[in-house]
Structures are given as structure tokens and as C-alpha cells.
């Protein structure tokens, strides 16, 4: 569970920590200050959750208006969406709003390996090279293809989690 806190921008008035698009739209329509005026503006905050959906927050940035959307967000997309737009959004310079509908749409293809090096081992044993003689396989510098793949592909370490991707 991911919970916010709603911090009002009037120093005279309370904010309220909620986990719901409805606790917010029902606290945030009777929240008073202390001369009994509604507050209207609130910054959001991240308080508690893990590790991806702060990261998530960290790129989404949510304001009142599209709260509702970065909770849904939290709740239906699965990890590897969420790291799409995580890196549409931070590494590749999306904005937010215009991809918050369908990440997959910025076309970024993640590998979760830790290097590019381990990502240049993993392409070998797929065939991406195409066919290499066993024996010669031992004598293959990694390294050389890991540097030649960092033209396209770009490592990452969002949330604790090591992933190398690609933006089409």
C-alpha cells in the first residue's frame, strides 16, 4: 500500500496523509485553515511504499489533478511498466503526462541484466551474432561487445533494481 501525505501550501492549515483518490477528494473538500478559509492548494508527498512506486513517484511528480491516475498507476501497472515510464520519464526526458496512458508507447526495451557486459554475454547465447563454434566461444571479448553495444543501450539503477535498456 502507498500512502501520501497532502501538504497544504497555507502554513495555517493542517495536511492529512491518504492512501485513496476518494481520502484525498473527501479530506481535501473540507480542509479549513485556521480563520475557517478552504485551502485549495496542496503539494503532495510520498510517505510510505515500496521501492518502485517511490521511484514512480519520483518521475510522475503528481499534483491534485492527476493524483487519481498515479494511484491507479500504482495499483494496476506491474513492475515492468512501471520501470518504462520510470525511464521515459527520467533517463530519456518524456513528460510525464504524455505518456502516462500507455508507457509501452515510448518504444524502450529493458533488459534486466546488471552490466552491458552481461548483456553482451546474454546476446551471444540468444544467437543475436548468429552461430558461434563452441570452442571459439571462449575466446570472445565481452568487454569489446558491451562497449560496442553502450552506442544504443544505456545502464540503470532504478529502485534498487540493475537494468540495461533501449529507446527505439
Not at 22 to 42: K, M
Not at 52 to 68: E, S, T, V
Not at 114 to 120: G, P, Q, R, T, V
Amino acid at each position: 500500500m502507498t500512502t501520501l501525505y497532502a501538504q497544504p501550501y497555507d502554513s495555517t492549515a493542517k495536511g492529512f496523509s491518504f492512501d485513496t483518490t476518494e481520502a484525498f477528494e473527501a479530506t481535501t473538500a473540507q480542509a479549513v485553515n485556521t480563520y475557517g478559509q478552504r485551502v485549495e492548494e496542496f503539494e503532495i508527498q510520498f510517505i510510505d511504499g515500496e521501492a518502485i512506486d517511490c521511484a514512480l513517484f519520483g518521475a510522475w511528480r503528481p499534483g491534485q489533478g492527476d493524483i487519481g491516475a498515479f494511484l491507479d498507476a500504482v495499483d494496476d501497472w506491474d513492475d515492468d511498466r512501471k520501470l518504462c515510464f520510470i525511464i521515459a520519464v527520467d533517463e530519456i526526458g518524456y513528460a510525464a503526462a504524455a505518456i502516462a496512458e500507455d508507457p509501452d508507447a515510448a518504444g524502450i526495451d529493458i533488459y534486466p541484466v546488471e552490466s552491458m557486459c552481461k548483456l553482451a554475454m546474454q546476446f551471444v547465447d540468444e544467437g543475436l551474432f548468429g552461430p558461434i563454434p563452441e570452442p571459439l566461444q571462449f575466446y570472445l571479448d565481452y568487454e569489446a561487445i558491451a562497449h560496442d553495444l553502450a552506442v544504443d543501450y544505456a545502464e540503470t539503477d532504478i529502485a534498487g533494481v540493475r537494468c540495461v535498456y533501449r529507446s527505439a
